[in-house]
């Protein structure tokens, strides 16, 4: 079996479609696990819909606690074998679980490529990671410089999966995988469809820049626990690079001028580097 877990908080414009596309799947031995992380929208109307169409949809209710402790609850809840996260405003292909399902057997982790989307079209697919090496080493020092995997491309044996950090607000997913590849004999396959459909929108977190650098600071600190020191300093040269990558592709778009014309943009060269400093 395999366990969607589709954490949800003020998405509910959004979650008749995601459900949509996990109804769809030509794949039947799964089940659905909404959990509704104290959403003040009508997200328990739509998923009580949800599970009157079909008993393999399940309803949690929790307290808000953030997108990692709502995830941890669908891991702890989770009946099947495999796990697949999906985020409420997010979409999978109907064919994404009987494709993945090829490969149970001698892997721990099956990962499909994934096709960014808005409300209109679909868009150029971005950071692809199809043909990168992935490894430990290379989540550490390539992550959004030569790709990054959204959470939904993933379908991972629930077995060796690490749960969320809920300390972090944002870059939980980064930090997911860098826990989760530090594992010794991880046996992945990535298989060359676009079947994880990552939505576009204004409200997403990753439009906001305080919150997006705030958290990947709390994720240097935790990373630089584990690593020895060669691996720290090859690791603030590439985040470096990272930065500089990040403010050139920035200023060539309009929404950058918000993001430039804060105090904390002007400065968030320094900070990371001393805090990153103070680490090593």
Request: with cysteine; hydrophobic share 40%.
């Amino acid at each position: 079996m395999i366990s969607v877990i589709v954490p949800c908080y003020l998405q509910a414009q959004f979650l008749d479609e995601c459900l949509q596309s996990v109804y769809e799947q030509t794949y039947p031995n799964w089940e659905c696990i909404i959990i509704n992380d104290g959403s003040p929208d009508n997200t328990e109307e739509i998923a009580k819909r949800w599970l009157e169409k079909d008993n393999r949809f399940r309803y949690i209710y929790k307290e808000n606690g953030g997108l990692s402790s709502a995830r941890n609850a669908g891991i702890s809840e989770a009946k099947g074998e495999w796990i697949q996260f999906l985020d409420s405003d997010d979409m999978i292909h109907k064919s994404k679980f009987i494709d993945s399902k090829l490969y149970f057997e001698n892997c721990d982790l099956i990962i499909t490529d994934f096709q960014l989307f808005n409300s209109v079209s679909i868009l150029q697919n971005h950071c692809s990671f199809i043909d990168k090496h992935i490894s430990y080493e290379s989540m550490l020092f390539d992550w959004d410089i030569e790709y990054s995997i959204p959470i939904h491309c993933g379908i991972f044996r629930k077995s060796r999966i690490p749960f969320f950090d809920v300390d972090l607000k944002a870059k939980e997913d980064w930090f997911f995988w860098i826990n989760l590849f530090q594992q010794n004999s991880l046996k992945h396959i990535i298989i060359k469809k676009r079947h994880a459909l990552y939505r576009v929108h204004k409200n997403s977190m990753t439009k906001n820049y305080n919150i997006m650098i705030k958290n990947e600071i709390v994720v240097f600190s935790k990373i630089f626990k584990d690593i020895d020191e060669q691996l720290k300093m090859k690791f603030f040269l590439r985040l470096i690079e990272k930065k500089n990558n990040q403010i050139s592709e920035l200023m060539k778009v309009n929404e950058s001028l918000e993001f430039a014309n804060n105090k904390l943009y002007n400065n968030f060269i320094f900070k990371i580097y001393f805090a990153i400093k103070r680490l090593i």
